[in-house]
C-alpha cells in the first residue's frame, strides 16, 4: 500500500513502523511540521533540564532510515483531497495515497480571549517547547503566567521554576489538577510545587489574555491584571483537525473514529491524541491525550488500514507527575463515585474511587507501588468490596489478590 502518515508523533512513528513491518513492499511517507526527528513530548522537560537526548529521541534518530520510512520535517498538511486521495501541503505540493493514518496530535489551549494573540506560548511539541525554553536561557524572559492547571501545565510550571524564573499558575478550581486529583489529594501537590517555588493562584476566574501587539498578561474576571514575560495557555488540548475541514472526515472535539479506529471516510484511520475515541470504563466518547493511548491505538489503526479487523478496547485515564519530588499517579474518573476509600500519612496517599463495588479511580502519592494492582482491579472491573478498607492501605497488593481468589483471606491478615 502507498501510504501517508501525518505526524511522526509517538502515535505517527508508531503507525508508520506498523506499516513497514506488516507491509514491507509497501511504502510509507511520514509527514510533521516538526524540524526535529520522531520525540517523546513526555521527555521534553527532562531534555531541558540535563541536555539528554534520550529518552527524547524514543526511537533513535536514525528510526525513518532505519525502518525505510520517507520522513518529510518541515512539510504542514492544509488539506485532505479525498476525491483525488491526495494530502494537499502548504506549499501546494500534492502527495497521492491509498491509506491514509491520520496521528496529528494536538497542542494546549484555553477557551479565553485572547489565546490567539502573538507571544501566547505552547509547550505541547518540541518546537514550541525550543522557542519558550529559548527566552528563558537568552534571558529575555523571567515571569511566566500559565492559565490552567492541568498536568502539562503543572509540568512546565515545575521546569520554568527550575530555571529561575517566576512562575504563576492560574486555576479556575481551588484545587491543582482537578480533572484527575481530588481536593484533598491535589495538597500533596499543591505543598510540593510552592516549596519548588511556584506561586498558585487558585479559584481565580482568567477573563483574557491581553496585550498589543503580543500577549503581555492575563485580566482576571475581577479586573485585576497580571503581567509577565512568558504568557502560557493551558486549561486543556485541542487536537489539531482544522486541515480537515471539507474533507468529509468527522470531527467533534477531535476526528470521530469507530472501535476500529476508522474514521467516516474509508481509507483513513485516526489515532494518538487527534483521535476521539471511547473510554474504556465509561463508553463516553473523549479524546484522552496520553503516551499509552497513543501507542495502543497506532498498531491496531495501522494494521487495519492493511485490511486486518482488530478491535481497540477503548482509551483509559492515567497520569503521572514525573518533576514534583513526590511520585503522584492519577487513573480512572473522579465524577460520582459511591465511596471514597482513603488513607494518609504526610505525602503517602491512597484515594480509591468506588462505583458498583468496583474502582472506577485511583490517586496515589509517594508510596504508589499500588498503582499497578489498582489499575488491573480497574480495567479488569473486578468486585473489590472484598478487602475493605485494605485496598487502601500500606502494603495492600498482588499478593493480597492471590491470596483472597484461593480462599485465604487477605495476605497480610493470613500472616499476622
Ligand atoms: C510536557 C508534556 C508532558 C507529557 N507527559 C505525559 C506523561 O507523563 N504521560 C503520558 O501518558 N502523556 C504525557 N504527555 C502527552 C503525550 O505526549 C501525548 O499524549 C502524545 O505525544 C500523543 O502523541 P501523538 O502522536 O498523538 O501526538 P503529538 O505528540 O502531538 O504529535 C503530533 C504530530 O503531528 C504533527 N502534525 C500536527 N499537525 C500537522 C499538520 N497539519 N501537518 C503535518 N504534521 C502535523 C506534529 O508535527 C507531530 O509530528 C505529555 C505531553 C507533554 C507536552
Known sequence: MRAIVIGTGPAGITAAETLRRLDPSGSVVALTTEPFAPYSPPAM?????????????????????????DERRGARVEGIDTGSREVVLADGQRIAYEGLVVASGSRLHAPLAGADLPGVLDFKSLRTATELIGRVRRGEATSALIVGNGFIGIELSLLLADLGVDVTVIGRRDWVMPRVLDPVSSKVAEAALTSRGVTLRLGVEADAIVGDPSATGVRLADGRLLEADLIVAATGVKPHTEFLIGSGVETGWGIHVDTRLATSVTGIVAAGDVAETTDRLTGERYVHAIFPNAVAQAPIAAANLLGADLRYDGAESMNSLKHLGVPIVAMG??????????????????????????????????????????HSLMVQRIPVDRYGRRLVEPGFGMADIVFEALGHGSASRSAA
Do not use: C
Not at 463515585?337 to 485511583?362: S, T
Open 45 to 69: 522537560a527532562d531534555h531541558f533540564l540535563t541536555g539528554r537526548d534520550l529518552p527524547l529521541y524514543w526511537k533513535g534518530q536514525d528510526v525513518a532510515d532505519r525502518l525505510g520510512i
Open 333 to 374: 474518573t473522579i465524577e460520582s463515585p459511591d465511596e471514597v476509600l482513603r488513607w494518609q500519612e504526610g505525602a503517602d496517599l491512597r484515594a480509591v474511587y468506588l462505583r458498583d463495588d468496583k474502582i472506577i479511580g485511583a490517586q496515589l502519592a509517594g508510596d504508589i507501588r499500588a498503582a499497578g494492582v489498582y
